[in-house]
Antibody
Framework: QVQLVESGGDVVQPGRSLRLSCAAS????????MHWVRQAPGKGLEWVAI????????YYADSVKGRFTISRDNSKNTLYLQMNSLRAEDTALYYC????????????WGQGTLVTVSS | QSALTQPASVSGSPGQSITISCTGT?????????VSWYQQHPGKAPKLMIY???DRPSGVSNRFSGSKSGNTASLAISGLQAEDEADYYC??????????FGGGTKLTVL
């Protein structure tokens, strides 16, 4: 079955960097695009970024553009999110999710990893 | 880009039907048939309920249905059950090749 396991969340100071990982299994990772979506405590879902199945295209939300970088290693079945210049407003549970086949919606989601930005 | 607009809350009694609206613009909901809906119970990851406006993933009850008219999409739930009580989010692909979510709707089953 499809499984997505995020890791790398931590408590970090404003301005610092952090890299999240998402290990995928149960499907052919190299055939699917992937999303990162975040949810601040007690708030709604906010889309962060998408990467094409082969890494050829990447798109970002305006709130993270220029600070976050999405990437993938298809040989390791792993998705990444490099987060630089972190701000307090980046505090959230970060989910990775698979792109639905033939479409753009996130279909299967991981359980998330918590990032807290605080001094 | 602003979030899609959803009502903050809706409620209904067991067995009743409810509808949740999701209003966007001609650059997202109105432009593509790539609207999806998610159910999220407290402390859990979101679950896909509807994709591409009106398609249901395998395993999702046919009590859930989706539609779209112009810039507004809708999620309908018939035969409300206690387990349907959750937060619901819509999302859409956009003309900027990004994805946008709605602010979420809390469904209360009375």
């Amino acid at each position: 079955q499809v499984q997505l396991v995020e890791s790398g969340g931590d408590v970090v100071q404003p301005g610092r960097s952090l890299r999240l990982s998402c290990a995928a299994s149960g499907f052919t990772f190299s055939s699917y695009g992937m999303h990162w979506v975040r949810q601040a405590p007690g708030k709604g879902l906010e889309w962060v970024a998408i990467i094409w199945y082969d890494g050829s295209n990447k798109y970002y939300a305006d709130s993270v553009k220029g600070r976050f970088t999405i990437s993938r290693d298809n040989s390791k079945n792993t998705l990444y999110l490099q987060m630089n210049s972190l701000r307090a407003e980046d505090t959230a549970l970060y989910y990775c999710a698979r792109v639905g086949s033939g479409s753009y919606h996130p279909d299967f989601w991981g359980q998330g990893t918590l990032v807290t930005v605080s001094s | 880009q602003s979030a899609l607009t959803q009502p903050a809350s809706v409620s209904g009694s067991p067995g009743q039907s409810i509808t949740i609206s999701c209003t966007g613009t001609s650059s997202d909901v109105g432009l593509y048939n790539y609207v999806s809906w998610y159910q999220q119970h407290p402390g859990k990851a979101p679950k896909l309920m509807i994709y591409d406006v009106g398609d249901r993933p395998s395993g999702v009850s046919n009590r859930f249905s989706g539609s779209k008219s112009g810039n507004t999409a809708s999620l309908a739930i018939s035969g409300l059950q206690a387990e349907d009580e959750a937060d619901y989010y819509c999302s859409s692909y956009t003309s900027s090749s990004t994805v946008i979510f709605g602010g979420g709707t809390k469904l209360t089953v009375l």
